[in-house]
């Protein structure tokens, strides 16, 4: 397309950038910031540090402010600031001997340091072990992806006294997979289904699905976590009901409470899996502990953060984010597993995760882009619309609608829908948070229009007969003429159909005159009901 569909340049932004860029470098570096002169080449972000070797300046509160990103109800703030330093590096580690310098080092040995619950030794667990032990390959990519997020939950865990078993959790959910879907509709690392996921302000739309987003995520699981403990006094207690539902688990322990049986774990009636969820947790943990016994070796694991959190302030295509930070395409989507559009909406996703260096680059190259951040827009549709209706009002092409909305086939978008759009010269602001925040996407069948049609039974005429005839479901005829799906009609009887459209029905046993010598060719077609070459 001809037409420039660049956003329009906000003259104010360009200084406000450069304003957020020296924040984050005066923040980072808790120094003077650089001179106009050498800032195109300075580092933006100081070197990720220990928890435990952070300098002290990272701790005021003044400072924690400018470096975290924007907090919001559906995105959290992770534990690690904007700069890539905790909020507060060293109460999540009170457990922690201060001179045990291989717990500074190894994040491994800080999750066994931090390890908590009661152990369990059953059949159920010596399963579960071997089954992993088996696996050595699946062991290995499960840690390996582990490696992006386990840090960050750590961090979590650690802050709200819990203990370090729970950050394992995503191993027996997910395999720390942040895209993982099961067949309940379960999606990302801690696998929320929808509605528990909205309970906990986890927001599913057009744009985002926020119970993959890792931080959101993480922060929804442990408060349901926390809120379960709460409610059962027992962290075995509480992993069951974020397995089986508090609902369900309450009730068993009501059965054996009156039944005068024990109500721990063990002794409760519960599903297979419920039985075998904590055992397999167990088998997890001790293979993290021991993993020489089992003839695993665990990647290494430094104990510093994996990513950092960068602000977004405008709206930005992914693409863009991936080409300056000199990102590949993959990691970026690990990192940042819940955007659902080619698009990351400020009002929306205020903020995304990036490898240290990456992110350095990342804010080095924004500071200098001078093109536009966005080609994406979104657009509420009108009314009832076909996608290539939809797609000429826009400018784009239909197949390129349907693919970037998934549009299936032989659908119709319904008025009030919100579809991802082409910027123009018209649509060129950014997305507002009411519909960054609420977007969704109504699909109808585009079926064709019937006409209610009666037609007469021929002699020998039955549902069946009458079905095939026009191309109909028998069922459908049964129903319309509240009859039995075996019914036989009478010469001459009504029967009625809902056909598509206008079409013409010929009485039975009428015979079509002869075609013309010249269209003999096409004769093949002839035979075929004249109600049928409506569709």
């Given at each position: 397309m001809a037409r420039d569909t660049r956003p329009r340049r906000d003259p104010r932004w360009g200084g406000r950038l450069l304003a957020l860029v020296m924040t984050l470098a005066v923040s980072?570096?808790?120094?003077?910031?650089?001179?106009p002169t050498t800032a195109g080449d300075a580092r933006l972000l100081p070197p990720p540090a220990s928890p435990l070797e952070t300098p002290a300046s990272v701790k005021s509160p003044e400072l924690t402010a400018a470096t975290t990103a924007p907090t919001t109800a559906t995105a959290p703030v992770s534990g690690e600031s904007a700069v890539g330093a905790?909020?507060?590096?060293?109460?999540?580690?009170?457990?922690?001997?201060?001179?045990?310098?291989?717990?500074?080092?190894?994040?491994?040995?800080?999750?066994?340091?931090?390890?908590?619950?009661?152990?369990?030794?059953?059949g159920l667990v010596r399963s579960s072990e071997r089954w992993y032990a088996s696996r050595p390959d699946y062991v290995q990519r499960m840690t390996d992806r582990s490696s992006r997020f386990l840090f960050h939950i750590v961090q979590e865990v650690e802050k709200r006294g819990?203990?370090?078993e729970l950050a394992l959790l995503p191993f027996i959910e997910s395999a720390f997979n942040p895209q993982a879907m099961s067949s309940a509709k379960a999606s990302g690392m801690w696998q929320f289904v929808p509605a528990t996921g909205l309970d906990y302000d986890l927001r599913?739309?057009?744009?985002?699905?926020?119970?993959?987003?890792?931080?959101?995520?993480?922060?929804?699981?442990?408060?349901?976590?926390?809120?379960?403990?709460?409610?059962?006094?027992?962290?075995?207690?509480?992993?069951?009901?974020?397995?089986w539902g508090e609902g369900s688990v309450g009730r068993a322990i009501a059965r054996n409470r009156k039944a005068g049986l024990p109500t721990d774990y063990l002794s409760l009636k519960m599903p297979a899996e419920t039985q075998g969820y904590v055992p397999k947790l167990q088998a997890v943990k001790n293979l993290i502990a021991r993993p020489e016994q089992?003839?695993?070796?665990?990647p290494p694991l430094g104990n510093h953060p994996y990513f950092v959190v960068v602000p977004i302030q405008r709206d930005i295509d992914a693409d863009l984010v991936v080409k300056l930070a000199g990102l590949s395409v993959q990691e970026f989507q690990a990192l940042n597993p819940s955007l659902n559009k080619p698009v990351i909406l400020a009002a929306g996703t205020p903020q995304v995760l990036l490898p240290y260096d990456n992110a350095n680059d990342f804010l080095h190259g924004l500071a200098q882009h001078r093109g536009p951040l966005a080609s994406w827009t979104a657009w509420v549709v009108p009314r009832t619309m076909k996608p290539a209706?939809?797609?000429?009002?826009?400018?784009?092409?239909?197949?390129?609608?349907?693919?970037?909305?998934?549009?299936?086939?032989?659908?119709?978008?319904?008025?009030?829908?919100?579809?991802?759009?082409?910027?123009?010269?018209?649509?060129?602001?950014?997305?507002?948070?009411?519909?960054?925040?609420?977007?969704?996407?109504?699909?109808?069948a585009d079926t064709p229009a019937l006409r209610r049609t009666s037609v007469k039974a021929g002699k020998g005429d039955s549902v069946a007969s009458i079905a095939a005839r026009y191309r109909v479901a028998p069922a459908?005829?049964?129903s319309w003429n509240k009859v039995a799906?075996?019914?036989?009609?009478?010469?001459?009887?009504?029967?009625?159909?809902?056909?598509?459209?206008?079409?013409?029905?010929?009485?039975?046993?009428?015979?079509?005159?002869?075609?013309?010598?010249?269209?003999?060719?096409?004769s093949s077609s002839s035979s075929r009901p004249v109600a049928s070459t409506a569709r």
């Open positions: 980072a570096c808790a120094v003077a910031p650089p001179s905790p909020t507060d590096p060293l109460a999540p580690n009170a457990r922690l001997d201060l001179a045990d310098e291989e717990a500074r080092r190894d994040l491994w040995v800080r999750i066994r340091r931090g390890f908590a619950m009661p152990d369990l030794d059953t819990m203990p370090t599913q739309n057009v744009f985002r699905d926020d119970r993959r987003d890792v931080l959101a995520s993480t922060r929804a699981a442990l408060d349901y976590l926390q809120k379960l403990h709460g409610m059962f006094g027992d962290w075995q207690l509480a992993l069951a009901a974020y397995n089992f003839g695993l070796r665990l209706d939809a797609a000429r009002q826009v400018g784009m092409g239909e197949a390129e609608l349907r693919e970037v909305n998934r549009i299936p086939p032989r659908m119709l978008v319904k008025a009030g829908s919100t579809l991802l759009v082409p910027r123009q010269e018209r649509r060129h602001e950014d997305v507002p948070e009411r519909l960054a925040d609420t977007a969704s996407i109504q699909l109808a459908n005829v049964a799906a075996s019914t036989k009609f009478k010469a001459g009887q009504a029967v009625v159909l809902y056909l598509p459209g206008k079409a013409a029905v010929k009485p039975p046993g009428r015979k079509t005159a002869a075609a013309p010598a010249t269209r003999t060719a096409r």
